[in-house]
């Protein structure tokens, strides 16, 4: 198991450097998610070619967990099917329980590395704005 300086660098690394945080005017789906018990705020882009999650991005406020976790989350869902997108969330939301195999906690990579939120009841919520949000867009 990784030490929780290496974890703590990727969610640093997020925060200084976001890749997704950005406008994204042309997108097909457009939804704001809010986790008011930490004043987290976040529109959620997605542009869609079919079933694909061509392109995404998000814009907003709120803590480093919540936005390292969306800026996480647009890297691995940019370019998947919305199922596959859906999945990645359920697993996400399996580890964030404390439910999920080392194998399936390998398999969300960076996401990987808020699975000590699962400790911190606090955080979760935090955690797991961007994936619910996620969820909700690509339900409709
Ligand atoms: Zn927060």
């Known amino acids: 198991m990784a030490d929780r300086t290496f974890y703590n660098e990727i969610l640093t690394e997020h925060n200084i450097r976001p890749e997704f945080k950005h406008d994204l005017p042309d997108a097909d789906i457009v939804l704001e998610g809010v986790n008011p018990s930490c004043g987290d705020d976040i529109w959620l882009k997605l542009k869609l070619d079919g079933d694909t999650i061509c392109d995404g991005a998000f814009v907003g406020d709120g803590c480093a967990i919540s936005q390292a976790s969306a800026d996480i989350m647009?890297?691995?869902?940019?370019?998947?099917?919305?199922?596959?997108?859906?999945?990645?969330?359920?697993?996400?939301?399996?580890?964030?329980?404390?439910?999920?195999?080392?194998?399936?906690?390998?398999?969300?990579?960076?996401a990987s590395a808020l699975r000590d939120i699962a400790h911190m009841p606090a955080r979760v919520k935090c955690a797991v704005l961007g994936w619910r949000t996620l969820k909700e867009a690509l339900d409709e």
């Not at 997108?85 to 399936?104: P, S, Y």
Request: hydrophobic residues 40%.
């Open 74 to 110: 647009l890297g691995m869902v940019i370019g998947k099917k919305k199922e596959e997108a859906i999945q990645m969330g359920e697993i996400f939301m399996k580890m964030i329980r404390g439910e999920a195999t080392d194998e399936e906690i390998d398999n969300l990579e960076e």
